[in-house]
């Protein structure tokens, strides 16, 4: 087990160095009333954590049957707090002042109790 946390204390390191400061919003399963547009609206937790951003290729785009679009992203992310796993088709990224939608979801957990790093495919939402 100490293999993995040092892993995971490697991955940090890296993506502080390199990397970026970001937050995971998670919708709250109870959504919160607004008395002004007489709607229930839905509001979100925010995590913090470190990651990186990259663009998927030209030849990636397009291929498996445009499950990747022009626009999506990669992020390799560690969160703060190591119980927080991101959600996809639920949470959101705020990374460099723009909101992306999560679309998929790897995480890296070799023992079951360290999770190491999680790869995330995104697309930047709608405003």
Same mark, same amino acid.
């Given at each position: 087990?100490?293999?993995?946390?040092?892993?995971?204390?490697?991955?940090?390191?890296?993506?502080?160095?390199? %990397?970026?400061?970001?937050?995971?919003?998670?919708?709250?399963?109870?959504?919160?009333?607004?008395?002004?547009?007489?709607?229930?609206?839905?509001?979100?937790?925010?995590?913090?954590?470190?990651?990186?951003?990259?663009?998927?290729?030209?030849?990636?785009? %397009?291929?498996?049957?445009?499950?990747?679009?022009?626009?999506?992203?990669?992020?390799?992310?560690?969160?703060?707090?190591?119980?927080?796993?991101?959600?996809? @088709?639920?949470?959101?990224?705020?990374? @460099?002042?723009?909101?992306?939608?999560?679309?998929?979801?790897?995480?890296?957990?070799?023992? %079951?109790?360290?999770?190491?790093?999680?790869?995330?495919?995104?697309?930047?939402?709608?405003?």
């Amino acid at each position: 087990m100490a293999f993995y946390d040092e892993m995971r204390d490697l991955a940090v390191e890296l993506l502080t160095e390199f %990397g970026n400061d970001f937050q995971l919003q998670k919708p709250d399963p109870k959504p919160t009333y607004d008395p002004v547009t007489r709607k229930n609206i839905t509001t979100y937790k925010n995590y913090t954590g470190k990651c990186v951003m990259k663009p998927y290729t030209a030849e990636m785009i %397009g291929m498996l049957q445009n499950i990747i679009k022009a626009g999506d992203v990669e992020f390799k992310c560690t969160m703060d707090d190591i119980s927080v796993i991101p959600t996809e @088709g639920k949470d959101k990224i705020i990374f @460099g002042g723009n909101t992306y939608n999560v679309l998929s979801v790897s995480t890296i957990n070799p023992s %079951g109790s360290t999770v190491v790093v999680h790869t995330l495919q995104a697309r930047r939402a709608s405003n």
